[in-house]
């Protein structure tokens, strides 16, 4: 061969106008794009395609939309990156549409791709057609419908930018086939600008000193950390233990900011809300500053507002100003990136007069130290061989076994009593490892979650607590399980119930159990079997431990059933419409349920 | 936290001039609960890239703060202004209004009319259609005035709105 005839072909290939979904391609690579979860169908067919024809990014077929969103959550939370969604047009679309608001309320980066019918038959009632930027534009943080060919590589560009900026969130790209099919010119992220200018990162210096000026001033001072300094990233984690050591203040968290902070560290609280632990819960309502940084003072956190917190000094430290007194009034409200806030807070607190207080808040401290002497997550396992297993046994041993295994850990979860024993019970000393669904409260998260998981980190050992009725939302996932080889382990806290609505039923509805038995439920060692995995079970708690270390040492997926007692409920508790320091911390004080009033019931 | 009485407040808002752009922003209102008492959207600049939103809004102040924190976030909005807290404003509004009436009552119309700088744009033997501008409270209180002479239709525009002075919605 001639030089000439062979470089022929190559011009003609970089001269070659490219198509849409060539464009596509090239616009997900410059993002950085390594994975893409999602679904095939007619309208996206020229978008598979061009996958099928490169080979920079590897693409995990799921088994259902849905699936897709959370598996691209999971692997955006586990690394930092945005997660990539690829759906076709109608059902596939709104399929997507429960993961795109889960990721919303969770302000998780996300870009997902959906196929449309061409422009020219759009409103036409076309086979899957769907209205998909209507459906989805309350559920995503922005969305878009490509209309031209030149708009394509600009709008992929900026739609990572947006997922990726400020608060962080999903966002939608609806792409006409007629605009992934024919020609489209390429664009570089850095030919345009981004819309997204007006976020505010840095804070103001002087709320920031007022605020360190507060904190000096503290005897009972608390820090109330959310999801917002994990997705701040790891040097927000840094600052915030650096400042914590430093001021040697308490340290609690939501259910989202849950790693942030060394779940074994002394000064670490646990969880505050619902399901908090009563240290946690009386130390918010008791302090004296409250530092909220990147958390937004949910529902489930607040409890009854006119009783959260009540004498305390407020601070707020969130990216996204409409957070900033939304529900609970605050004193000091700081805008800005909450790592950058810790930065400057560290540095103000060196340059301010050194803290006078020490003795107070060392009182502080054995005020906590009583609340934490109570053991509010203690329960009464029968050490019998043949005994049942309680839930929280079985879901503390996951978490001690996987200790001893020395891996690294990604825990996801699905929805109910088994999310709120794992979180109490597990302690993540590294953010980014807790994968669980908080503002929506999404039963069928957690096997996706592990899918997106796993694909984000092959050799990390991946757990999913979950419970049998959230589970089997989304079982179908066991497919990419065994597709791809995940070696997922997928722990069924088995109780025969849909366990927090029984436990609602139980305090609150006279224990009528309406339609929260889970009847006819499947052999889940055959479910597994049949989908190429590992199936176990334990039915007694002599069981227990060596199925838990069978499963964590089984080098491909598994499903473990774990048969435990039916009749537990989830503590200490807040009941709706109560406040902080009015919990139920264990069965013996349960009558206090049926004091709730009907306002109390209709919060739940 | 003491509650204050609910006020009204106008909201200006600049937006990028593409579709879906208002849906975002009356789904914002629905789905978060805020009332609209009058919105006006038309394109404001030379290209008719950028339309000019004004939206009539109640609620307490916190309300209304939370209410422009939530348009602020959409991406679209370049601005967003609380005008009724942001210094003096001008709101006006346009009304076009038809009074069927014969003899004293469409007399006494037309004089009122008269007193309030009213035009009639369409006349007929037994009707006038009224054009009024001014503020929605002049507007109210003409509308009242021409209910007991013969008014049989109202079509009104709901408020445009600006800052009074040299400043703009890009500086207050």
Known sequence: ?604 | MQQEAPGSAVISLLVDNESGALARIIGLFSGRGYNIRSLTVAPVDEHGLVSRVNIVTTGTLADIRQIKAQIERLTPVSRAVDLSSAGPHVAREMALIKVVSSGEPRTEALRIADAFRARAVDTTATSFVFELTGSSDKLDSFIELMRPLGLAEVSRTGIAAICRGPQTIQTP
């Open chain 1, 1 to 604: 061969m001639t030089p000439k005839t062979a470089s022929a072909p190559q011009a003609a290939q970089t001269l070659a106008p490219l198509s849409g979904a060539e464009v596509l391609m090239r616009a997900l690579v410059e993002q950085g794009v390594e994975v893409i979860f999602g679904y095939p169908g007619g309208a996206v067919l020229p978008i598979y395609d061009a996958l099928f024809r490169q080979k920079e990014i590897r693409h995990i077929l799921v088994r259902h939309e849905q699936a897709a969103v959370h598996a691209a959550e999971a692997y955006a939370r586990s690394t930092g990156k945005v997660g990539v969604v690829l759906v076709t047009s109608g059902p596939g679309a709104t399929n997507a549409v429960t993961g795109l608001l889960d990721a919303l309320m969770d302000s998780i980066p996300l870009v997902c791709l959906s196929g449309q019918v061409p422009t020219a038959l759009i409103g036409n009632d076309a086979f899957q057609e769907a209205d998909t930027t209507g459906i989805t534009r309350p559920v995503t943080k922005y969305n878009y419908l490509v209309r031209r060919p030149e708009d394509l590589a600009k709008t992929v560009h900026e739609a990572f930018a947006i997922a990726r900026s400020g608060r962080p969130g999903p966002v939608l790209v609806d792409l006409p086939k007629n605009i992934t099919v024919g020609n489209a010119p390429y664009k570089t992220a850095d030919q345009d600008k981004p819309r997204t200018s007006k976020v505010r990162t840095e804070p103001d210096r002087d709320a920031v000193a007022k605020a360190v000026a507060a904190l000096k001033q503290a005897r009972r001072p608390l820090f109330y950390t959310g999801g917002g300094v994990i997705n701040s990233g790891p040097q927000a984690c840094e600052g915030l233990r650096k400042f914590a050591r430093l001021t040697n203040f308490p340290v609690t968290s939501t259910l989202m900011g849950l790693g942030a902070f060394p779940g074994t560290d002394k000064q670490f609280l646990g969880m505050l809300g619902m399901h908090g632990t009563y240290e946690a819960n009386l130390a918010t309502h008791g302090c004296d500053v409250l530092v909220a940084l990147g958390s937004r003072f949910d529902d489930r956190v607040t409890g009854r507002l006119d009783a959260f917190s009540p004498d305390s000094f407020k601070i707020h430290v969130d990216i996204d100003p409409s957070q900033i007194n939304k529900i609970i009034h605050v004193n000091l409200p700081i805008v800005g990136d909450v790592g950058r806030t810790i930065e400057l807070m560290i540095e103000e607190w060196d340059k301010q007069p050194a803290y006078e207080h020490g003795a107070e808040l060392e009182a502080w401290w054995q005020q906590i130290e009583a609340w934490r002497a109570l053991d509010c997550l203690r329960f009464k396992q029968d050490q019998a061989a043949d005994a049942v297993i309680k839930p929280q046994q079985a879901i503390q041993r996951i978490y001690e076994l996987a200790l001893e295994t020395g891996r690294d850990t990604y825990v996801s979860t699905e929805v109910g009593q088994h999310q709120m024993w794992a979180a109490q019970y597990f302690k993540f000393d590294a953010p980014n490892r807790w994968l669980t669904s908080g503002g929506l409260g999404t039963m069928g998260y957690g096997l996706p979650a592990a899918v997106g998981a796993q694909v984000a980190h092959p050799d990390a050992l991946v757990l999913d607590v979950a419970g049998e009725a959230s589970t089997l939302m989304n079982i179908q996932e066991l497919g990419t399980i065994a597709q791809y080889r995940l070696p997922v382990k997928l722990f069924i806290i088995n109780n025969h119930y849909m366990g927090m609505v029984r436990q609602w039923q139980e305090l609150l509805h006279g224990s009528r159990y309406s339609e929260s038995y889970s009847d006819a439920l499947p052999d889940f060692i055959k479910l597994a079997e049949s989908f190429h995995a590992k199936g176990l079970r334990a039915t007694r708690l002599d069981e227990l431990d060596g199925v838990i270390r069978e499963a964590l040492a089984h080098d491909g997926p598994v499903v473990v059933d774990l048969c435990v007692a039916e009749g537990e409920n989830c503590f200490p508790m807040i009941p709706s419409g109560a406040a902080h320091n009015e919990m139920i911390l264990g069965p013996e004080q349960e009558e206090r349920g049926a004091e709730v009033t009907r306002e109390g019931m209709m919060l739940v």
